[in-house]
């Protein structure tokens, strides 16, 4: 572990983070990959290998995952995490919300956007927590608005981020209700900020009129 955190890249201009799935040439298998890249490049500065989310509060998250370090010839994987801040204009992060399943099946990408988001101007809050009904650990996200509890993803991990949204994958619990037992069901989130459009400047001229009402 490093005595202090190290800032990757010039704290002046903002990286771009993509969480993607490539094919790993050792294994041969698809693995999921963070990338961080400055823009207007393709080159990414650092990556680290099967990252998972681990903490995600208002604008701020953590990934953590494995960081290929090559030694003299010969491939050494560390431990690394990353907290990542996002770019917005508002203090307070807002997200938009599409949930991706129904019933525990997988809807379409241009399916579910083409709704329009289940919810919006919401907060985002992801942490490790006993759940009861689990009877064990697991990392919980939770979709908040105006301090009320909307939606609750349990196992949660991220999908994929690319440069407009990012995807929360997980399961949804659903309590006991008449003669159905209680279920966990596969869900999803596509993730989004929502910034608000800025207000149009009224030109002078219409101020001078205004104000002579």
Not at 108 to 121: C, D, E, I, K, M
Not at 134 to 160: N, P, V, Y
Not at 178 to 198: H, I, S, T
Request: some cysteine.
């Amino acid at each position: 572990m490093l005595p202090v955190a190290e800032q990757i890249g010039d704290p002046g201009y903002p990286l771009e983070l993509a969480v993607v799935e490539v094919t790993d040439q050792g294994q041969r298998r698809p693995t999921r990959v963070a990338r961080l890249i400055p823009p207007g490049t393709r080159v990414a500065v650092a990556e680290i290998v099967a990252p998972k989310l681990v903490w995600f509060n208002n604008d701020k998250f953590v990934l953590s995952g494995e960081d290929c370090l090559v030694r003299e010839r010969r491939t050494m994987h560390a431990s690394q995490s990353w907290l990542c801040q996002f770019d917005l204009p508002c203090k307070e992060a807002l997200f938009k919300v599409w949930t991706s399943h129904q019933e525990g099946v997988e809807m379409s990408r241009h399916r579910v956007l083409n709704a329009g988001p289940n919810f919006t101007s919401s907060s985002i809050a992801v942490s490790s927590v006993m759940h009861e009904q689990l009877g064990r650990h697991t990392t919980q996200a939770l979709i908040k608005r105006a301090a009320t509890t909307h939606l609750t993803l349990l196992d949660c991990d991220i999908a994929w981020m690319s440069e407009e949204r990012f995807c929360l994958t997980g399961f949804q619990h659903y309590p006991e209700g008449g003669q159905a037992p209680a279920r966990l069901l596969k869900q999803g989130w596509f993730c989004e900020p929502d910034v608000p459009d800025a207000i149009p400047a009224i030109p002078e001229r219409l101020l001078r009129k205004m104000s002579l009402r």
